[in-house]
């Protein structure tokens, strides 16, 4: 199906972050906790029926590729799973929610069960985000721990004497900038929970993504000599 073919300029005008591509729509969206406040993110509505959504809840947050029920749940959303009902895009300066729209309406479920089958695969082998305090301003960074690098990256700040703000690798701060308040620190990234304090499926306790044969910390050491090859 032609983009062209799926909604007029009529229907989509009123639309925040309206953006067309060949093969996609994409607009503003967010969901809406209670406790955490709004989470914001880009919907993009593709050709094929398939809906993903890039979230922008903190500035290294890398979840880019969220089918609807998972933005929901990552967003730490109360009560039952109705992402229909519970995301929402901006139309006049309102939230307006997904099933009031006409986005809706070439909502494909074959298309969106790959992408979510493959969102759990992928999902199996995790590290939740961890936070590293600044020696001098005391406030507390995040880290996120997805790839070698990041992982890498994490453990070198975590075993430096004096690790400070100016050394965060996501961009360029000083100790002026804000700390992420308290209630968005909470969500970790777990994909079991949003709000989980620590269980099996995020947290780690060695393996050969997050310990390294050429750190001589005593972490790594004691993982390296007791690992299976």
Not at 39 to 45: A, M, N, Q
Not at 182 to 200: F, L, M, N, V
Not at 208 to 220: A, G
Not at 223 to 228: G, K, L, S
Request: hydrophobic share 25%.
């Amino acid at each position: 199906m032609l983009l062209s073919n799926m909604f007029t300029e009529e229907e989509l005008k009123d639309m925040e972050g309206l953006k067309r591509e060949s093969d996609f729509i994409e607009v503003k969206c967010g969901c809406t906790s209670k406790k955490y406040g709004d989470t914001i993110g880009k919907l993009r509505v593709f050709t094929n029926g398939q809906f993903l959504i890039s979230c922008e809840c903190n500035p290294v947050c890398d979840e880019e590729k969220l089918t609807p029920y998972d933005f929901e749940k990552h967003s730490g959303k109360e009560g039952t799973r109705k992402w229909k009902n519970h995301i929402w895009v901006m139309m006049h300066g309102k939230k307006v929610p997904l099933w009031r729209t006409v986005l809706l309406k070439y909502y494909k479920h074959a298309s969106n069960g790959d992408n979510e089958l493959t969102s759990l695969r992928a999902k199996r082998l995790f590290h939740r985000d961890e936070f590293i305090r600044c020696t001098k301003c005391k406030k507390e960074r995040r880290f996120r721990l997805r790839t070698d690098d990041e992982c890498r990256t994490y453990h070198d700040a975590l075993n430096a004497k004096k690790w400070r703000c100016a050394n965060w690798p996501y961009e360029k701060i000083t100790c002026k900038a804000d700390e992420e308040r308290a209630s968005r620190k909470s969500c970790r990234g777990c994909p079991r929970s949003p709000t989980c304090k620590g269980c099996t499926t995020c947290v780690c306790f060695g393996c050969h993504k997050c310990r390294f044969i050429d750190c001589k910390c005593r972490t790594c050491v004691d993982f390296v000599q007791n690992a299976e090859p």
